[in-house]
């Protein structure tokens, strides 16, 4: 029988148990600067509490996509640094993560079409 903290294999990832969590919405941090401590923690305690994987709010390829009022972009600097934070955390604890990546296609005049 299979149990939800079984060990399951993804791929080739290894996995915890069999609890997937997602959208952890990094995005409430209003300024759009850096991730909050409050984020970093949260991360940090579904990785140590047995999750089996982790995803990502879905995050832009592209600076003019926005899938909520405050989307990260792949392309930011402080992007870059917070998330790679982020991946150490939750490795420290053998959790892998998943990035959500979304492309939205934007004409001449700047307005999104799917």
């Known amino acids: 029988m299979k149990d939800i903290f079984d060990?399951?294999?993804?791929?080739?990832?290894?996995l915890n148990s069999r609890i997937v969590r997602t959208g952890l919405w990094e995005s409430q941090n209003e300024s759009q600067k850096n991730l909050s401590a409050d984020i970093f923690?949260?991360?940090?305690?579904l990785a140590k509490n047995n999750v089996g994987l982790i995803t990502t709010e879905l995050i832009s390829m592209y600076s003019h996509d926005r899938f909520s009022d405050y989307s990260h972009?792949?392309?930011?600097?402080l992007f870059i640094k917070d998330f790679k934070e982020v991946t150490s955390i939750v490795h420290q604890f053998n959790v892998p993560i998943l990035a959500q990546v979304g492309f939205v296609n934007c004409?001449?005049?700047?307005k999104q079409m799917i």
């Open 41 to 45: 923690l949260r991360y940090e305690t």
């Open 7 to 14: 060990n399951p294999n993804f791929g080739d990832f290894k």
């Open 107 to 110: 004409n001449v005049n700047g």
């Open 73 to 77: 972009s792949i392309n930011s600097p």
